[in-house]
């Protein structure tokens, strides 16, 4: 099993990831740690410096499984939704130009909230167009550079937009394009889901990255979720990337992230993954 941490490569808002702050000194002590990657949190692919980034990583060992695209959204309120025209042309724009990084890095590229929380005044049928012609394009530059998307069901108290799985699955097939998955966070699936298993397993093949998260958002352990049945459900589809810890840096950051991951390394030796 490949874990990974997230660390943010700026200041940002969201308090969901459990590194943030000088970017070499972190990646050496999350392979310190004895993570196998991690995972990049990118407001901009043009105000970082990405060959200081990829070799600061190599260097420690490690790999970049995905890079996350939410404080475009968080910092910026860019998203394919919004009901302004050039907001929405930044937001397509921002996620273009994280794939030439992307592909340097081998990592997915993850859509979260930058598809947007739309006004109540913005007609569905508007909001539904954007999203998807905002997909679309994203998905065909991608494709070209032989990059892949993930996007993530969110849960409704942050947005009224893809929330779940079924919804996510219908949406794949209305965008049309392989190279697009979904990322399943378990603690947006313990919010929306029936069974989180049944949806795991109804994703299969199309899940291309996976974040955990206890129930309380602290790391795996500290709530009440049934990891050993989430994991073992998760590999039997075939699975083979990364498993993400996304969780707050509670009660401190090294704490929640060494915690989660001798969890995470406790049930990989019960499971057998």
């Avoid at 996007?151 to 219908?170: A, C, H, K």
Wanted: proline share 5%; charged share 25%; hydrophobic share 40%.
């Amino acid at each position: 099993m490949k874990i990974s941490t997230c660390l943010s490569t700026n200041p940002a808002r969201f308090d969901a990831v459990p590194f943030t702050g000088d970017f070499e000194h972190n990646a050496a002590r999350i392979a310190d740690l004895g993570f196998d990657g991690i995972e990049l949190a990118v407001r901009d692919p043009g105000i970082i410096d990405q060959e200081q980034i990829l070799a600061a990583v190599a260097a420690a060992g490690m790999e970049i499984p995905a890079i996350g695209t939410g404080q475009a959204w968080g910092e910026e309120r860019l998203s394919f939704t919004s009901g302004n025209a050039g907001t929405r042309e930044k937001a397509v724009e921002r996620i273009v130009s994280h794939i030439p990084f992307a592909r340097k890095a081998g990592a997915v590229i993850i859509i979260g909230l930058v598809r947007g929380v739309p006004d109540k005044d913005t007609p569905q049928s508007s909001v539904e167009g954007w999203m998807l012609d905002a997909f679309r394009f994203c998905c065909g530059k991608a494709r070209d550079a032989g990059v892949r998307l993930a996007f993530e069901p969110i849960n409704r108290y942050e947005t009224s937009l893809l929330n779940g799985v079924r919804e996510g699955l219908e949406f794949l097939e209305k965008v049309g394009f392989d190279n697009l998955g979904m990322l399943l966070d378990t603690f947006h699936m313990n919010i929306e889901e029936p069974s989180i298993e049944e949806s795991i397993a109804m994703t299969g093949s199309r899940i291309f990255h996976f974040h955990y998260a206890d129930s309380n958002r602290w790391y795996p352990g500290a709530g009440h979720l049934n990891f050993p049945l989430i994991l073992e459900t998760l590999y039997r589809t075939g699975y083979n990337g990364y498993v993400s810890g996304e969780h707050r840096p509670d009660p401190d950051p090294l704490t929640a992230a060494r915690e989660g991951l001798r969890y995470m390394r406790n049930l990989e030796k019960q499971l057998g993954l």
